[in-house]
Protein backbone atom coordinates (compact mmCIF):
# COMPACT_ATOMS: atom_id res chain seq x y z
CA UNK A 1 0.00 0.00 0.00
CA UNK A 2 1.04 3.19 -1.10
CA UNK A 3 0.87 6.46 0.90
CA UNK A 4 -2.26 8.72 -0.39
CA UNK A 5 -3.97 5.14 -1.81
CA UNK A 6 -7.57 4.82 -1.53
CA UNK A 7 -8.76 1.14 -0.13
CA UNK A 8 -11.95 -0.03 -0.19
CA UNK A 9 -13.04 -1.51 2.61
CA UNK A 10 -15.26 -5.04 2.30
CA UNK A 11 -18.57 -5.75 3.56
CA UNK A 12 -18.74 -9.29 4.27
CA UNK A 13 -22.51 -10.41 3.30
CA UNK A 14 -25.20 -13.18 4.29
CA UNK A 15 -28.10 -13.20 2.25
CA UNK A 16 -31.13 -15.20 4.10
CA UNK A 17 -34.44 -16.09 2.15
CA UNK A 18 -36.54 -19.13 1.33
CA UNK A 19 -36.32 -18.91 -2.35
CA UNK A 20 -32.91 -19.97 -3.52
CA UNK A 21 -33.67 -18.01 -6.41
CA UNK A 22 -33.68 -14.54 -4.75
CA UNK A 23 -30.62 -15.49 -2.47
CA UNK A 24 -28.71 -16.48 -6.16
CA UNK A 25 -30.26 -13.37 -7.56
CA UNK A 26 -28.82 -11.11 -4.92
CA UNK A 27 -25.70 -12.52 -4.46
CA UNK A 28 -25.06 -12.69 -7.89
CA UNK A 29 -25.86 -8.79 -8.27
CA UNK A 30 -24.19 -7.96 -5.05
CA UNK A 31 -20.66 -9.89 -5.82
CA UNK A 32 -20.64 -6.79 -8.47
CA UNK A 33 -19.89 -4.20 -6.26
CA UNK A 34 -16.33 -3.50 -5.32
CA UNK A 35 -16.85 -3.11 -1.55
CA UNK A 36 -19.37 -5.93 -1.18
CA UNK A 37 -18.34 -9.94 -0.78
CA UNK A 38 -21.03 -12.28 -0.36
CA UNK A 39 -19.61 -14.82 2.04
CA UNK A 40 -22.71 -17.25 2.19
CA UNK A 41 -26.31 -17.61 1.99
CA UNK A 42 -29.60 -19.59 3.80
CA UNK A 43 -32.89 -20.38 3.21
CA UNK A 44 -34.51 -21.02 7.07
CA UNK A 45 -33.92 -19.00 9.93
CA UNK A 46 -31.60 -21.62 11.63
CA UNK A 47 -29.59 -21.88 8.99
CA UNK A 48 -28.99 -18.08 8.98
CA UNK A 49 -28.41 -18.40 12.53
CA UNK A 50 -26.11 -21.00 12.17
CA UNK A 51 -23.83 -19.56 9.30
CA UNK A 52 -23.31 -16.06 11.30
CA UNK A 53 -21.84 -17.65 13.61
CA UNK A 54 -19.89 -19.85 11.19
CA UNK A 55 -19.06 -16.47 8.85
CA UNK A 56 -19.05 -13.72 10.80
CA UNK A 57 -19.94 -11.38 8.59
CA UNK A 58 -20.91 -7.40 9.01
CA UNK A 59 -24.51 -7.59 7.22
CA UNK A 60 -26.87 -9.90 7.19
CA UNK A 61 -29.70 -9.22 4.74
CA UNK A 62 -33.08 -11.75 6.04
CA UNK A 63 -36.34 -12.15 4.56
CA UNK A 64 -39.77 -12.27 7.17
CA UNK A 65 -41.33 -15.79 6.11
CA UNK A 66 -38.92 -18.71 6.34
CA UNK A 67 -40.21 -21.63 7.14
CA UNK A 68 -39.26 -22.89 10.70
CA UNK A 69 -37.87 -19.79 12.61
CA UNK A 70 -38.80 -16.70 10.72
CA UNK A 71 -37.09 -14.11 9.83
CA UNK A 72 -37.93 -11.87 13.20
CA UNK A 73 -37.37 -14.61 14.96
CA UNK A 74 -33.79 -15.22 13.56
CA UNK A 75 -32.65 -11.31 13.85
CA UNK A 76 -33.55 -11.57 17.81
CA UNK A 77 -31.04 -14.92 18.31
CA UNK A 78 -28.96 -13.21 16.36
CA UNK A 79 -28.67 -9.59 17.31
CA UNK A 80 -27.49 -11.27 20.41
CA UNK A 81 -25.69 -14.04 20.15
CA UNK A 82 -23.34 -12.03 16.83
CA UNK A 83 -23.65 -8.09 17.40
CA UNK A 84 -21.12 -7.03 15.49
CA UNK A 85 -23.35 -8.39 12.85
CA UNK A 86 -25.77 -5.71 11.36
CA UNK A 87 -29.26 -7.24 10.08
CA UNK A 88 -31.00 -5.32 7.14
CA UNK A 89 -34.65 -6.92 6.87
CA UNK A 90 -35.10 -7.36 2.87
CA UNK A 91 -39.12 -8.58 2.29
CA UNK A 92 -42.44 -7.90 0.50
CA UNK A 93 -44.16 -6.65 4.13
CA UNK A 94 -44.38 -3.33 4.08
CA UNK A 95 -46.90 -2.38 7.18
CA UNK A 96 -45.91 -0.65 10.24
CA UNK A 97 -45.94 -3.45 12.49
CA UNK A 98 -43.50 -5.47 10.50
CA UNK A 99 -41.49 -2.44 10.31
CA UNK A 100 -41.43 -1.94 14.13
CA UNK A 101 -41.10 -6.18 14.69
CA UNK A 102 -38.42 -6.02 13.38
CA UNK A 103 -36.53 -3.01 14.50
CA UNK A 104 -37.63 -4.42 17.72
CA UNK A 105 -35.99 -7.84 17.04
CA UNK A 106 -32.27 -6.02 16.23
CA UNK A 107 -32.83 -5.40 12.66
CA UNK A 108 -31.06 -2.01 11.40
CA UNK A 109 -32.42 -1.48 8.21
CA UNK A 110 -35.97 -2.41 6.79
CA UNK A 111 -36.82 -2.38 3.18
CA UNK A 112 -38.95 -3.87 0.60
CA UNK A 113 -37.97 -6.90 -2.31
CA UNK A 114 -39.68 -4.35 -4.72
CA UNK A 115 -36.78 -1.51 -4.55
CA UNK A 116 -34.02 -1.18 -6.77
CA UNK A 117 -30.85 -2.96 -6.29
CA UNK A 118 -29.13 0.36 -5.74
CA UNK A 119 -31.74 0.70 -2.72
CA UNK A 120 -30.19 -2.19 -1.23
CA UNK A 121 -26.77 -1.40 -1.86
CA UNK A 122 -27.25 2.17 -0.29
CA UNK A 123 -29.17 0.40 2.63
CA UNK A 124 -26.42 -2.21 3.44
CA UNK A 125 -23.91 0.56 3.13
CA UNK A 126 -26.26 2.98 5.66
CA UNK A 127 -26.46 -0.13 7.91
CA UNK A 128 -22.96 -1.08 7.76
CA UNK A 129 -22.16 2.63 9.14
CA UNK A 130 -23.95 2.28 11.76
CA UNK A 131 -27.27 3.49 10.18
CA UNK A 132 -30.78 2.82 10.92
CA UNK A 133 -32.25 2.35 7.07
CA UNK A 134 -35.73 2.60 6.32
CA UNK A 135 -37.66 3.76 3.39
CA UNK A 136 -39.80 6.60 3.58
CA UNK A 137 -42.60 5.25 2.27
CA UNK A 138 -43.05 3.27 6.09
CA UNK A 139 -41.68 6.11 8.31
CA UNK A 140 -45.07 5.88 9.65
CA UNK A 141 -45.42 7.99 12.84
CA UNK A 142 -44.90 4.49 14.68
CA UNK A 143 -42.13 3.90 12.95
CA UNK A 144 -40.64 7.10 13.56
CA UNK A 145 -41.78 7.34 17.26
CA UNK A 146 -39.88 4.22 17.89
CA UNK A 147 -37.11 5.50 16.35
CA UNK A 148 -36.67 8.74 18.32
CA UNK A 149 -37.06 6.90 21.19
CA UNK A 150 -34.14 4.11 21.06
CA UNK A 151 -31.85 3.98 23.45
CA UNK A 152 -29.37 3.48 20.83
CA UNK A 153 -27.10 6.76 19.57
CA UNK A 154 -27.67 6.24 15.87
CA UNK A 155 -29.08 8.41 13.17
CA UNK A 156 -31.63 6.86 10.47
CA UNK A 157 -32.02 7.40 7.28
CA UNK A 158 -35.20 7.45 6.02
CA UNK A 159 -34.66 6.73 1.89
CA UNK A 160 -36.91 7.07 -0.52
Do not use: W
Amino acid sequence: MYPGTLTTMTIRIVIADDHQVVRDSIAMVLSEEIDFQVVGTAGTGLDAIEIVEQMKPDILIIDINMPGLNGIEAAKVISHSSPQTRILCLTMHNDETHVVNALEAGCRGFINKDNSIEVLARAIRAVNRGQVFVMRSMASREVVEYLSRSQEDITYDVAN
